[in-house]
């Protein structure tokens, strides 16, 4: 059974940086692209950065710059760095795989970026 578990959030002031990661489980991770969501109070979730199963990278506008995804094929996990947090960017982020058969999501893991 395919899982993803996220891990590094937490609470930082503006432009400060973090790490999130995402470990994987259960599933062939040499083959699959990677996604990274927040949802934000209230809002819609979204999509903010993949890579694809090649270590191809794209971005949201929103981040582009900023944002940093990676995935490390020993340890089957992606991370996402953040640099120049702003408060825009509090959230809870989610690690995500997406496939025809339904997607895997993680519990996420909440950024909170203070002005």
């Known amino acids: 059974q395919a899982r993803v578990r996220e891990s590094g959030g937490g609470l930082v002031q503006a432009g400060e940086s973090l790490r999130l990661s995402c470990v994987t489980s259960g599933i062939n991770f040499r083959i699959i692209t990677m996604r990274w969501y927040r949802q934000a109070t209230g809002k819609q979730r979204e999509m903010v950065a993949q890579i694809t199963s090649a270590g191809t990278p794209s971005y949201s506008d929103a981040v582009k710059g900023r944002f940093s995804i990676s995935r490390d094929y020993s340890r089957n996990t992606v991370a996402l760095q953040m640099n120049g947090l702003q408060p825009e960017d509090t959230a809870v982020y989610y690690c995500?795989?997406?496939?025809?058969?339904?997607?895997?999501w993680g519990q996420g893991t909440q950024v909170t970026v203070s002005s």
């Open positions: 995500n795989i997406p496939r025809d058969a339904g997607d895997i």
